[in-house]
């Protein structure tokens, strides 16, 4: 196995693996520092059913239940986001146009599952890429009295904002329900990875709607000012699908955006939910 920067990025590329084999002894090892360090791994080209998915997936962490159980695939922590439809015409899967812009997902959550793997079946031929940025970077390159400004504070994460108005159609699909089951949350802005005392910022665009103490003016153009500086294009990984290809990100150290593609092309991706080991990686804690 080869670990390298990813297209010049903070991303690694894992080069030389036939994952369907699901690795063992000091490769697992080596790619779980990987992803811990990195916090966005790549696999191009593997073939890999979706049980050889899961069970990659375990060596990682645990595979858990994404709470959007229409989308379902096969196993039960598979999930298909997609715009195609089945012979039946029904949707294979969910396509959210809220993952067009930046965001991290969970943390609207008091505990968010923090893994996951996105895994190319069909991919658009123009368009379609996705794009993650590093919020350990971010921090690391912001200067000393920003970095005081922000140490302690806290922000306020709303599902309700994330979901947006609740449609008809997503009424179907239990939004408005999940709403009602998910209070607002608070987390520090900035977390420190237990094992490295390496420290990220944690922001989510349109998730975050306040931080605590600070008037709504301040706060909005301060989150402004840190989405702007955390998905500068230094900052940023921008992964070109290729069928076959896996992406593991860690939702606390990176945001992601899904770009457009045309209506006529065919996309689906397979997604799995990772609980990461606490020990290793960041779990954005509950503020007090
Ligand atoms: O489909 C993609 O490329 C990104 C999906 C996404 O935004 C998500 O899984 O949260």
Same mark, same amino acid.
């Given at each position: *196995?080869?670990?390298?920067?990813?297209? !010049? %990025?903070?991303?690694?590329?894992?080069?030389?693996?036939?994952?369907?084999?699901?690795?063992?002894?000091?490769?697992?090892?080596?790619? +779980?520092?990987?992803? +811990?360090?990195?916090?966005?791994?790549?696999?191009?080209?593997?073939?890999?059913?979706?049980?050889?998915?899961?069970?990659?997936?375990?060596?990682? /962490?645990?595979?858990?239940?994404?709470?959007?159980?229409? $989308?379902?695939?096969?196993?039960?922590?598979?999930?298909?986001?997609?715009?195609?439809?089945?012979?039946? /015409?029904?949707?294979?899967?969910?396509?959210?146009?809220?993952?067009?812009?930046?965001?991290?997902?969970?943390?609207?959550?008091?505990?968010?599952?923090?893994?996951?793997?996105?895994? !190319?079946?069909?991919?658009?031929?123009? /368009?379609?890429?996705?794009? $993650?940025?590093?919020?350990?970077?971010?921090?690391?390159?912001? %200067?000393?009295? *920003?970095?005081?400004?922000?140490?302690?504070?806290? !922000?306020?994460?709303?599902?309700?904002?994330?979901? !947006?108005?609740?449609?008809?159609? @997503?009424?179907?699909? &239990?939004?408005?329900?999940?709403? /009602?089951?998910?209070?607002?949350?608070?987390?520090?802005?900035? =977390?420190?990875?237990?094992?490295?005392?390496?420290?990220?910022?944690?922001? &989510?665009?349109?998730?975050?709607?306040?931080?605590?103490? *600070?008037?709504?003016?301040?706060? @909005? %153009?301060?989150?402004?000012?840190?989405?702007?500086?955390?998905?500068?294009?230094? =900052?940023?990984?921008?992964?070109?699908?290729?069928?076959?290809?896996?992406?593991?990100?860690?939702?606390?150290?990176?945001?992601?955006? +899904?770009?457009?593609?045309?209506?006529?092309?065919?996309?689906?991706?397979? +997604? *799995?939910?990772?609980?990461? &080991?606490?020990?290793?990686?960041?779990?954005?804690?509950?503020?007090?």
């Amino acid at each position: *196995m080869d670990f390298v920067s990813a297209d !010049g %990025s903070f991303a690694c590329e894992v080069k030389n693996t036939a994952l369907w084999e699901t690795p063992t002894g000091d490769d697992a090892q080596a790619i +779980r520092e990987a992803y +811990r360090e990195h916090g966005v791994l790549v696999f191009r080209r593997q073939s890999l059913s979706e049980r050889e998915l899961l069970d990659f997936g375990r060596l990682i /962490g645990n595979p858990s239940i994404y709470a959007e159980t229409h $989308w379902l695939s096969t196993y039960d922590e598979v999930i298909i986001l997609s715009n195609m439809r089945g012979q039946d /015409g029904e949707p294979l899967g969910g396509l959210a146009n809220k993952g067009l812009t930046w965001h991290t997902d969970q943390s609207y959550y008091a505990e968010p599952v923090t893994g996951c793997f996105l895994y !190319g079946v069909e991919v658009p031929a123009n /368009g379609g890429g996705t794009r $993650w940025a590093s919020l350990y970077r971010a921090y690391e390159t912001l %200067s000393d009295s *920003m970095k005081n400004t922000i140490d302690a504070l806290v !922000g306020t994460f709303s599902y309700r904002a994330r979901a !947006g108005t609740v449609t008809k159609e @997503d009424d179907n699909h &239990d939004r408005a329900r999940r709403i /009602g089951e998910t209070p607002d949350v608070k987390h520090p802005l900035v =977390n420190v990875n237990p094992a490295t005392g390496r420290k990220a910022l944690y922001i &989510d665009p349109g998730t975050v709607v306040g931080i605590e103490g *600070m008037p709504q003016d301040e706060a @909005d %153009s301060l989150l402004d000012e840190l989405l702007a500086h955390t998905v500068r294009p230094e =900052n940023v990984y921008e992964h070109d699908w290729r069928t076959g290809d896996l992406v593991l990100w860690d939702n606390a150290v990176a945001l992601h955006a +899904r770009d457009a593609f045309p209506n006529e092309e065919n996309r689906l991706v397979k +997604r *799995m939910i990772i609980k990461l &080991d606490p020990a290793q990686h960041i779990i954005p804690p509950v503020a007090a």
